[in-house]
T-cell receptor, first 117, second 114 residues
């Protein structure tokens, strides 16, 4: 139980284009989803927290107009990187928590490797 | 602001030995602490959660201790195997009641040598 999937697993795009990453909870309802980014040999940095049906809360320094987050259902959240640039290249990971599973534990997706050329 | 330190970036041990990883934190008192495993190019996988009123927790070959006085957690893998090679992350909740956000340490990369 508590499986989270992400799609795509890797994406390469041209500078200036937008990329959408999907995060799905497969066997539980995710009332809260989190989006992280991770640079090589660095720790996970929380970008934003989204609760189903409400606007995401962004961490300090994260541009909400550049990283659009939608959490329209209890099993799906999306992260759209708008007008991507090479410095946005990173490993993006989502996680989810919800009722019926351990409330203090986050279950992570496998991650999406974004490369912006 | 809260700070987490995993003071070994890398740890090499011989197969069969016990690996001990350290997580230290400062500037607040978390209600719990978690350990995750992360393999290269993959998302973290939850291993164990230990609460502030628990001294020790075990799961198969894993053992975690939590010393709130020292502000330290130790993570042990007994009878280590090459398959245990991975990066292990310590995570603490943000301060503030009802907060579910986590702050992660940089991790310790464990290599178990056959």
């Amino acid at each position: 139980g508590a499986v989270v999937s992400q799609h795509p697993s890797r994406v390469i795009c041209k500078s200036g284009t937008s990329v959408k990453i999907e995060c799905r909870s497969l066997d539980f309802q995710a009332t809260t989803m989190f989006w992280y980014r991770q640079f090589p040999k660095k720790s996970l940095m929380l970008m934003a927290t989204s609760n189903e049906g409400s606007k995401a809360t962004y961490e300090q320094g994260v541009e909400k107009d550049k990283f659009l987050i939608n959490h329209a259902s209890l099993t799906l959240s999306t992260l759209t990187v708008t007008s991507a640039h090479p410095e946005d290249s990173s490993f993006y990971i989502c996680s989810a928590r919800g009722p019926g599973i351990s409330t203090d534990t986050q279950y992570f997706g496998p991650g999406t490797r974004l490369t912006v050329l | 602001s809260q700070k987490i330190e995993q003071n070994s970036e890398a740890l090499n041990i011989q197969e069969g030995k016990t690996a001990t990883l350290t997580c230290n934190y400062t500037n607040y008192s978390p209600a719990y602490l978690q350990w995750y495993r992360q393999d290269p190019g993959r998302g973290p996988v939850f291993l164990l959660l230990i609460r502030e009123n628990e001294k020790e927790k075990r799961k198969e070959r894993l053992k975690v201790t939590f010393d709130t006085t020292l502000k330290q957690s130790l993570f042990h893998i007994t009878a280590s195997q090459p398959a245990d090679s991975a990066t292990y992350l310590c995570a603490l909740p943000y301060s503030g009641a009802g907060s579910y956000q986590l702050t992660f340490g940089k991790g310790t990369k464990l290599s178990v040598i056959p």
